[in-house]
Each structure stands twice: as C-alpha cells, then as structure tokens.
T-cell receptor, first 113, second 112 residues
C-alpha cells in the first residue's frame, strides 16, 4: 500500500537537545511538506520541498531545519533554537503543481521538557 | 490578509440529524479549496477538492459545495463514526506552491 510514514509516533526530549523527525513516502510524489499543529490553531507550514536537494521556508521556519537528499524522504530537525517545540508534527506530500491535494502522514507528537 | 474561518467551532448532532459546516475565506485569488477529516491523534485524511464556484463533490454522507466566498460541508443522516474534526484549507494564486491556509476546524460529535 502506498502512503506516508512518520516515526516515531511519540517523542520525548529534554530542553536544549536537537531532535530529528522522520518522514518517508512511497507515493512517488515530488513535493513534501512539514506542518505544525497546536491546540486551537490551524496547521502552520514549517518547510516544503518541491524537488530533491531543494526546499523553501514556510511561515514558521525559525528553529527548524530540513534536508531532501532522496525523493522519498524529508526529515525535519527541531533544534534547540525553537522556543516552543512541543507540538504535533505532520508531514505531507503531493504531486507537483499547485492544484493538487496534499496527503498527510499519521503525525509525531513531540514533547520537550 | 488572507484568512480562512470555519464555523461553528464545535457541533453536536444526534445520529440521523443532518447539518452543515461552513468554511468562509477572504483570499486574493482562490486556486483550490480542500476539505480534510482528522481523527484525534492522527493525520488529516483528504476528502474533497473544489476549484470553482458552483462545484459540488459527494462521498457517502458528505457533500461539499463552493461559492465565491465560502464552502459548505453538508452531512446527511450522520452516524457516530462521522465524529471527527473537519478541516478546510485554501490555496491562493500568487502564493508559493507549498502554501495552504488552514482554518482551525470544526469538531463534530454525533451521538447515537
């Protein structure tokens, strides 16, 4: 079955540590995205990538970094510079082009204490 | 400022009681409106895409419609398994290809 996988489902880290969230897709989609979801707020875009070895900042990129070395993979690193890292993180992918819908993974809940 | 507003924030229905969820938008050039369903602790599940005013899409008990200023998600004779948060998102012209603007969602509860 084609889909998007995110791991782990739950992640706990101490303040000051960097942490990397995994996102893999086997839908053969060119574009991939990272969103953050907080209670009472809409999804907010962190980073997106339309092609391998290229990515752009979204609305809330500060304190995050990404890489896109393979078409199937788009890992997100939450750095110690991110002031409020505790959140639900969602990865998505879509076909190339602005008109296509995005498909989401199951999410990773990150808790930083 | 481009904005997407969903109402109501929460909706409680009895099983079989039909109703509608609203998504209104003020954006500069709509290039697509997307509806998603999200269950607690899970990623959003894609439901519909609407591109132009007057367009309608249906799936089981759900029907999505689009006007120039808003979209409605009509739920006919809902069942408890329809309970979820429904998200609306828009893509605008001139925006980056990555940028969907999401509403905050409507949490639907259907009681048996």
């Amino acid at each position: 079955d084609g889909g998007i996988t995110q791991s782990p489902k739950y992640l706990f880290r101490k303040e000051g540590q960097n942490v990397t969230l995994s996102c893999e897709q086997n839908l053969n989609h060119d574009a991939m995205y990272w969103y953050r979801q907080d209670p009472g707020q809409g999804l907010r875009l962190i980073y997106y990538s339309q092609i391998v070895n290229d990515f752009q900042k979204g609305d809330i990129a500060e304190g995050y970094s990404v890489s896109r070395e393979k078409k199937e993979s788009f890992p997100l690193t939450v750095t110690s510079a991110q002031k409020n890292p505790t959140a639900f993180y969602l990865c998505a992918s879509s076909r190339q082009g602005a008109i296509y819908e995005q498909y989401f993974g199951p999410g990773t809940r990150l808790t930083v204490t | 400022e481009d904005q997407v507003t969903q109402s109501p924030e929460a909706l409680r229905l009895q099983e079989g009681e039909s109703s509608s969820l609203n998504c209104s938008y003020t954006v500069s050039g709509l290039r697509g409106l997307f509806w998603y369903r999200q269950d607690p602790g899970k990623g959003p599940e894609f439901l519909f895409t609407l591109y132009s005013a007057g367009e309608e899409k249906e799936k089981e008990r759900l029907k999505a419609t689009l006007t120039k200023k808003e979209s409605f998600l009509h739920i006919t004779a809902p069942k408890p398994e329809d309970s979820a948060t429904y998200l609306c998102a828009v893509r605008i012209s001139g925006g980056s290809q990555g940028n969907l603007i999401f509403g905050k969602g409507t949490k639907l509860s259907v009681k048996p």
